[in-house]
């Protein structure tokens, strides 16, 4: 079998006429289920396609022994068979939990946590794990010590974070699936520039890694990164029979648009940077062609959602804290292991310690947001908010360099993501899905949320939206 590998003007593309051909992961798991291909020979070609795509991307971090542990689920599991991934902070049997970082020992795990459990429920076959920035607390792959992990669209550019290799992985055609998580917006974010589907679940939704329940603001939701509506649909519906969250309405199997919908739209961003004129633009394209199929579209603004700047300086003044808690728990404050840590997180623990007194105010400022972003869906009337995913287009590789002076790294990183982490505070869902392209032909997104318990909602949007305007893959 031989894998077309093309980096014309750095793009990086695996797709083939081999057993995985152009197929998503629901339509791979059909194949596997009538017999067309077998789980041996999709994981062969994932292998393959893997091996070809990552020398550029630098997406894998661990691999588990040739053809992965194979399915841990039974034969009419959703995605029997289906190559992927799963993300490097997640304990996964065989594989080392090395979270981003050099300074985490790389011993493989001896079991599979709560959530990888539920991610093999569902019938995918894990042949690695993807790289992701350190503790996952940027918002792309780059480091001090190692080469970045790139964006297979144009590999000058970033992959995005922290489900940075999982984002490459699925873009680029070598799997149909992978794992992420998401904190502050880390499906969404490389979702959004690899022009990818990424659902941020309710809070609770998905089985979680049991550390993150004691937290005074739990801001990470597991998912997947996919090609198409279907498969991210397909994969809540399967990690739901796996384990449900009775507290929430069940999100079910949705297989299509829905009812029309009362939608507000938000065109401003919470900081002071605002949101690229080149990011807003198609997603106000997409709001006229949602009108035209019936849905009412109502302008919203920060005033409506009652989120003013204050919520930024929050937000930073929690995200070091749990910094510290990570690199805490992960015994990387001991002598050996603090200097391996890249110069971000070390800034990070810093600026934490610096902002200890103010931590319990923005704590009960945080816990309060909740009930804001629900009672806006109420008194504004509407069923979801459609906005840019991003606040700027994706940056060049060294935009987000570790090692630049942290002020101006945070500043960098606040002007790209400064709509996503709202979602990770208020605990409601988030959708992103592909929504044109920048000057330099690199992709956008679109993101739809709402309140707690309608991922059915989100996911009837993103399919109008597919039908509207199908996503691209990097082959056409």
């Not at 792309?140 to 144009?154: K, Q």
């Not at 589907?197 to 089985?207: D, N, P, Q, S």
């Not at 971000?344 to 810093?350: E, Q």
């Not at 704590?363 to 869906?377: D, H, N, P, Q, S």
Request: hydrophobic share 40%; charged share 20%; glycine share 10%.
């Amino acid at each position: 079998m031989t894998i077309e590998f093309t980096h014309e003007s750095t793009r990086v593309n695996a797709f083939s006429d081999d057993a995985l051909g152009t197929l998503d992961a629901t339509g791979l798991a059909e194949m596997i289920a009538d017999g067309t291909v077998g789980v041996a020979e999709a994981a062969a070609a994932a292998t393959e396609r893997i091996r070809a795509v990552d020398p550029a991307t630098r997406a894998v971090r661990w691999w588990l022994p040739e053809g992965g542990t194979g399915p841990q689920a039974p034969a009419d599991a959703a995605f029997y068979g289906v190559p992927s991934a799963i993300k490097e902070n997640t304990a996964f049997a065989g594989l080392p939990t090395t979270m981003g970082s050099a300074a985490l020992p790389t011993t493989p795990a001896k079991r599979s946590g709560p959530v990888a459990e539920q991610f093999a429920a569902t019938g995918v076959n894990v042949l690695a794990s993807t790289v992701m920035p350190e503790y996952g607390m940027t918002a792309s792959a780059e480091f001090a010590d190692r080469a970045p992990a790139r964006n297979p669209w144009n590999t000058d550019y970033t992959v995005g974070g922290s489900s940075s290799g999982s984002a490459a992985l699925v873009a680029s055609g070598a799997l149909p699936i992978a794992h992420g998580n998401d904190g502050g917006g880390s499906i969404r974010i490389p979702a959004a520039l690899n022009g990818l589907v990424g659902l941020k679940g309710t809070r609770g939704r998905l089985a979680e890694m049991p550390e993150l329940k004691v937290l005074p603001v739990n801001v990470v939701c597991e998912g997947v990164l996919t090609r198409t509506v279907r498969d991210t649909a397909r994969y809540v519906a399967a990690a739901e029979r796996h384990r449900r969250n009775p507290a929430l309405p069940p999100v079910g199997h949705v297989r299509g648009p829905g009812r029309r919908r009362r939608i507000g739209l938000v065109t401003e961003s919470v900081t002071e940077f605002g949101i690229a004129a080149q990011c807003v633009a198609p997603v106000l394209s997409l709001a006229d062609e949602l009108t035209d199929q019936g849905h009412e579209i109502v302008e919203l603004s920060m005033a409506d959602l009652r989120i003013d700047g204050g919520f930024v300086d929050d937000f930073l003044h929690y995200w070091g804290l749990l910094a510290g808690l990570e690199v805490a728990s992960t015994g990387a404050l001991t002598p050996g292991r603090f200097g391996r840590l890249d110069p971000v997180t070390r800034s990070l623990l810093r600026a934490g310690l610096r902002s200890a007194p103010s931590i319990p105010g923005a704590i009960a400022r945080l816990r309060a947001v909740t009930g804001k972003y629900e009672r806006m869906f109420v008194e504004q009337g509407v069923d979801a908010m459609l906005s840019p995913t991003m606040t700027n287009t994706t940056p060049r590789i060294g935009h987000l360099d570790p090692n630049l002076p942290f002020d101006e790294f945070m500043a960098r990183t606040i002007a790209m993501v400064g709509i996503t982490p709202l979602n990770n505070v208020s605990g409601g869902p988030a959708i992103s899905v592909p929504c044109g392209s920048d000057d330099a032909g690199l992709p956008l997104g679109a993101q739809f949320a709402g309140p707690a318990g309608t991922e059915a909602v989100l996911l009837e949007l993103a399919y109008e939206v597919e039908e509207l305007r199908p996503f691209a893959r990097i082959d056409q």
